[in-house]
């Protein structure tokens, strides 16, 4: 391990809410005018956001065995540090997948094939970071997946319209938040032969951060422009460009925790987002 340069280990938990707050959203916008989001879907939401979160921490970390042995803030990982053997995680992750799919049987016929779909992104992203300085995109493409998946279950198809520019805006977030994640292990991803857009922007992150931002808020006035979104919603998507320029403005790169901060502080940003839908929907 290279010690001195990681923050110590972090809680999954806003990884957990960064998966499932754009599922609520998607569910948010497919509510009936004036009526607040289906509850019953939300909560099946989360559930299977915990699982899939779960499940993907469990391949992350089988394919990332041998490069967490070196860092020292992942080497006390389970299957790094050699307490759980490969063909117990194999059942774990069965155990973990069975479960998903039963959420995932309780929708409809549509979403199940949209759902199922989602499985190559979640089984290769882990490998991204080995290919490509890029798998940031990667994983907004796959973390993202709720927002068309939630239309498609209250729905029954995509409002491709709606669906794939909050699809969008959802892959341009996780493109801020996980490159400024990145920048806490940069040190070390060098030295493991480990690639990041954080390794990737260097001092251009900021601008980059920028961009990106810009591009999320544009396509989600697109996405409420398609569907006849009101006052609260443009105002949260205001609070929302506020929080990332707030974040990105005072964010310093070579700090963990600040970098750390900032990552978890996106929370903030989904669930503006999710209150401005609901109230923007009881608005019409």
């Not at 394919?63 to 117990?88: C, E, H, N």
């Not at 996405?223 to 998507?237: D, I, L």
């Not at 700090?255 to 987002?273: Q, Y």
């Amino acid at each position: 391990p290279f010690p001195g340069s990681e923050p110590p280990p972090r809680p999954a938990a806003p990884r957990t809410w960064l998966l499932y707050l754009p599922c609520t959203w998607s569910v948010g916008l497919a509510a009936e005018p004036g009526c607040l989001p289906d509850w019953h879907m939300l909560s099946l939401f989360g559930i299977g956001a915990v699982l899939m979160r779960g499940a993907g921490c469990t391949i992350n970390d089988m394919w990332d065995r041998g490069y967490d042995k070196k860092v020292a803030r992942t080497a006390s990982r389970p299957l790094a540090a050699g307490d759980i053997s490969t063909f117990q995680a194999f059942i774990f992750l069965g155990g973990q997948l069975s479960l998903a799919l039963c959420v995932l049987l309780s929708l409809n016929y549509y979403s199940i094939v949209l759902g199922t779909a989602s499985l190559p992104l979640v089984i290769t992203y882990p490998l991204m970071k080995r290919i490509t300085y890029w798998p940031q995109l990667v994983l907004g493409l796959t973390f993202n997946w709720g927002a068309l998946l939630g239309w498609s279950a209250i729905r029954g198809s995509c409002e491709w319209s709606v669906c794939l520019p909050l699809y969008l805006a959802g892959v341009m977030w996780t493109l801020v938040y996980d490159t400024i994640y990145a920048h806490q292990d940069k040190r070390d991803d060098i030295i493991i032969g480990v690639k990041s857009t954080a390794l990737q922007f260097k001092e251009d992150t900021k601008q980059w951060l920028g961009g990106f931002s810009l591009a999320m808020l544009l396509s989600l006035c697109i996405a409420g422009m398609n569907c006849n979104q009101t006052f609260p919603y443009y105002s949260a998507v205001a609070a929302v460009g506020a929080h990332l320029a707030h974040q990105i403005y005072t964010l310093d790169i070579d700090k963990p925790e600040d970098c750390w901060k900032k990552f978890a502080s996106n929370r903030t940003v989904g669930v503006l987002l999710f209150i401005g839908i609901v109230f923007g929907n009881l608005w019409k």
